[in-house]
């Protein structure tokens, strides 16, 4: 299968704890990866691998895998973290690469 | 520290070739897949393909028929065609680093570096 499906939007209130989940079938094999994008900016990678965060990524994010389905977990969210969140992967063959729909963050 | 610069033809007529090209610095071209994503205005990340340092393509399904994606290592740069557009190619594409591999259980992909992004209009 080569879908990833995310809620299309979540709010959270400010220092609050939001999770941001991604499904699809290749996530039973391939660990996905998060983006955070800002209005007129490119996409950031915030996760990756089984729970890294690049250089500079605040520790407030978080990831995580079960079966077929990945999370972002924002654990104190600030009013910067608004934004749009993708996930990523391979699908299951490996030949294609494949973006969930994205999720807009609020934060109230 | 790895910087992707792109480029090409901001504004093209129906029927026209989508042509990019985006530069690696900084960094080696092999042991990664180098992607080409698009974005429509208002909506999410499409991927249009990838390639690696010798030469070997993935594309997505959906434009396989119109999208050419080559590479010139000795300038440490790939390349996007896309033929014939229409003003649904009208987006912003991108150009990414996918380092990828396996912790033997499981697989990883990412797209860690991308580049700044170039607006392309499709009008008559």
């Known amino acids: 299968s080569s879908e990833l499906t995310q809620d299309p939007a979540v709010s959270v209130a400010l220092g609050q704890t939001v999770r941001i989940t991604c499904q699809g079938d290749?996530?039973?094999?391939?660990?996905a990866s998060w983006y955070q994008q800002k209005p007129g900016q490119a996409p950031v990678l915030v996760i990756y691998g089984k729970n890294n965060r690049p250089s500079g990524i605040p520790d407030r994010f978080s990831g995580s895998s079960s079966g077929n389905t990945a999370s972002l977990t924002i654990t104190g969210a600030q009013a910067e973290d608004e934004a749009d969140y993708y996930c990523?992967?391979?699908?299951?063959?490996?030949?294609?690469?494949?973006f969930g729909g994205g999720t807009k963050l609020t934060v109230l | 520290q790895v910087q992707l610069q792109q480029w090409g033809a901001g504004l093209l007529k129906p029927s026209e070739t989508l042509s990019l090209t985006c530069a690696v610095y900084?960094?080696?071209?092999?042991?990664?897949?180098w992607s080409w994503i698009r974005q429509p205005p208002g909506k999410g990340l499409e991927w249009i393909g990838e390639?690696?340092?010798?030469?070997?393509?993935n594309y997505n399904p959906s434009l396989k028929s119109r999208v050419t994606i080559s590479v010139d290592t000795s300038k440490n740069q790939f390349s996007l065609k896309l033929s014939s557009v229409t003003a649904a190619d009208t987006a912003v594409y991108y150009c990414?680093?996918?380092?990828?591999?396996?912790?033997?259980?499981?697989?990883?992909?990412?797209?860690?570096?991308w580049g700044k992004g170039t607006t392309v209009t499709v009008s008559s």
């Open positions: 390639i690696n340092h010798s030469g070997s393509t």
């Open positions: 990523n992967s391979r699908d299951s063959s490996g030949n294609l690469v494949v």
């Open positions: 290749s996530l039973r094999s391939y660990y």
């Open positions: 990414a680093r996918g380092p990828y591999g396996d912790y033997g259980y499981y697989y990883y992909y990412y797209m860690d570096v």
């Open positions: 900084g960094g080696s071209f092999s042991g990664y897949y």
